[in-house]
């Protein structure tokens, strides 16, 4: 099967940049299109910081994460200045785009052109601007660290380089045991 | 800087496997080395877990995860029927290797070749035997995610494929809103 | 030091109650006031979590769960049809009363008459009436416990009786190892 | 139904403790009996933590916590050495029990006098020496406070006094939004 053309956004605001974004604008970098609602949740407790965990972890990397504010349900709670705090009490800082709405139905624009089926949802895009994933629901960090990275790889090699590849520095955390410590364990 | 072969495994048993194994066998594989000792609380309440969640992540991919109990403290209190029953008790299936004694020192053998500074510690290891990553305390399971998919990816290089590449399929869980259920979120 | 007579609720709406509650009206039963706002992170996360948590455990008890939205920043983004959909998607079902705006200043007026100092704010009530306990940000589940059974058995002794004492029946969970199971721990 | 008088402790050693402890002794303070075995996963995960965590919260009330391990299967694996380092590794500083070995089973006689199901099991024994709650599994925190107050409040009666009665300064934590502050929300 091969990847489709990702559809391009059709939004009527965005937060977080200064001018709007487009995936065409955005071709040759990796793009994480992380669609939510601000009521949601599964977004609130799961979606948003994992989107945040990948922005901090890749953040040297050619990825760029999108959000897509895709309200289908409670339009009335959820409008522009509402939003705007949720990002700022949350410290979303990565670019968040509202949806359009839709043409007499509750679904939004760009939400019914990725047929997705409610949120969170997940879209890996690659640098070719090709839907490479979809997934609703929560991925897990194991898989979803995976997947961008093919993406990422596929980027280095277009560039003719060899692949940015695993760096050899520790990431260690609380918790072990060293060895030579008075205590140990910590 | 060029990645370092990986030194051999010294043991004196091996748990949850019919025959010892060496990293010379597993050549053509990534390796995924987990030291730890069962009585160090960050490898059982988070290194042990990962390693699961990355043996069965992974699953269908040419990746083996060993297990190395390696202990530089308290040696009389994770003696191997300790250690067999901690096993068993905490679900860990994948093959663990006993580290051999140190020489008149508390580290043993194959800790001490790798330079481990403590428990847990995750060495990756590359089809040809070579240490890619080297990491003491946890990594987060994004960045993991990334670097066993890179080496991975060039497993599948090595054989003339295109690479594993990322599934379309989902993996969605609870949390998420969905579009047009009665009670939408769940 | 005296406790001091919880100063009355004033408020402009209330949801999930058909008629406006009063602590006047409450007096004889134990009062747990939970002040948050709808866009605070902690009292999503926990706050309101462990409100719930306590409806459940306490709920043949002479308790009433009293949410309070008190909103002191983003005034126009957490209005009521925003707040009525937060608590749907959120599932909180207790009694939640919107604190009536300040007098010229961004506090609002129930907030300034108890001396809140932010959100979350856990305020208990005894059953004549008296605050026993203000807490801003999170109680742990323990002490909140202890001082919910202190004012609970207030209530029983005022009574005459000798006070609802403690349940023999367990409340087991997974994790547990059992006596004489084939596959004892689970 | 009456409590009924709490079987004396049957150990062979204790441990984190200068002389061997009986219930007898303890008469006069209320006792949290906290049965474990170290291979013991939920034990480990959450058995043993809300037992830390009930020592600290009560640390200065008529209370102690009194571990008891009680070893049903893989006993060769749980041998004394083996339990010291546990408790050293995982911070357990309250008095540690060993249950006597059974007669010709693998139950030990303590276990057994109190007919408990698994581990781990957490028995409350009033002052006066009876049993008030049993239960195997993990109590939830909020019905264990619940649960200690009652008979910690029974001591403060006995003694003549109105009892500790819930202090009234806060206990916030992280993740509150306070009011003035620059960055309202942390």
């Known amino acids: 099967m091969n990847p489709v053309v990702a559809p391009e956004l059709q939004t009527t605001a965005w937060l977080n940049v200064a001018e709007p974004l487009t995936l ?3 071709r040759g970098r990796v793009v994480m299109l992380v669609a939510f609602q601000m009521l949601c949740p599964g977004c609130v407790a799961r ?3 994992q989107a945040q965990r990948v922005a901090s972890t890749f953040r040297d990397r050619p990825l760029s994460i999108i959000g897509l504010h895709t309200v289908f349900e409670h ?3 959820m409008q522009l200045p509402s939003l705007r705090a949720f990002l700022h009490e949350y ?3 990565f670019p968040v785009a509202v949806d359009a709405p839709g043409d007499g139905e509750p679904i939004p624009r760009t939400m019914k052109a990725y047929a997705m089926r409610g949120t969170p949802t997940t879209v890996l895009i690659d640098a070719d601007g090709r839907v490479r994933s979809h997934v609703f629901g929560i991925h897990d960090d194991l898989r979803l660290g995976a997947r961008l990275q093919t993406l990422l790889l596929e980027v280095g090699s277009a560039k003719g380089t060899t692949g940015p590849g695993p760096r050899l520095e520790g990431a260690g955390e609380e918790g072990g045991c060293a060895v030579g410590a008075a205590s140990m364990c910590h």
Chains 1, 2, 3, 4 share one sequence.
């Open 47 to 49: 979606g948003i910081p």
């Open 91 to 93: 410290g979303v800082d």
């Open 24 to 26: 065409e604008w955005l």
């Open 75 to 77: 339009h009335e709670a």
